[in-house]
């Protein structure tokens, strides 16, 4: 099989886990995704989750390819986290120390940020492609980490729309007990603007299976934001192994 088919099988017991538990679809940000694959949905069945695109940076047209990670002048520092980094996609992957949060770990660095930990809420990520990979994952592992705590990180981090609405009305009804945990384990930046960054990431869910989809960093003029909307466009696919073109990026490499 190849690893960029969808390997439904591998999803079937956590297929059951999810539809088990209403309230964590919409609670957690890949859960969100994962919707697209319950019945009565359209399905994204090709295993490549389609990037969320942006009308001044779409995504490259080749699957394999990602933006330059040559070094520029980096954009203007702004926001909570006044570093001003490169504004080159990182080719390599960056150093981090790394958080447990709930069963997940996050990435944490002193230039790149987050710079401000209240609870569960990581902000000031550095403004630049190497920001928007930290708080992407970030985001996406504190989502669901703690449901009792999804609401107060969805209000901070994720874009306003009717994603986060829904992830915000859902997670009344989550409890500690629905935690999930998700790791990022490789990414792929398919567009990178200041205003918004687009990748593929590839996750380790629960500890064991791995997860693809698409991410957007949308930059709100003080940190970088999920758009859980184009989430939801993108869906997500399970992957044996993660695929070309990737930079493995995860606690221990």
Sequence with gaps: MSDESDNREG?????IWWMSSAALIAAV???LA???FLPGNDTNTTGNPTPSTDPTTPPSSSASSSPTSSAG???EAAGCNPSTGSDGVPGTAPDATWDPVGGSSVPVS???GPTQINGAVRQCFEHSPTGALFAAATIAAAIGADPTQ????????LVPGPGRDQVIQDAENASSSDAFAQTVAAYRFTSCSPDRCNLDMVFTVNGGQLARTALSAVWSGSDWLLDTDALLAGGVAG???IPAGFTSWAPGR
Excluded: P
């Design 34 to 36: 994962i919707v697209l």
């Design 73 to 75: 002048t980096g954009w």
């Design 239 to 241: 992957v044996e192994q």
């Design 11 to 15: 999803w079937t017991g956590m297929g």
């Design 110 to 112: 002193t230039t790149y």
């Design 29 to 31: 940000v890949i859960g």
């Design 150 to 157: 999804t609401a107060a990180v969805a209000r901070a981090q």
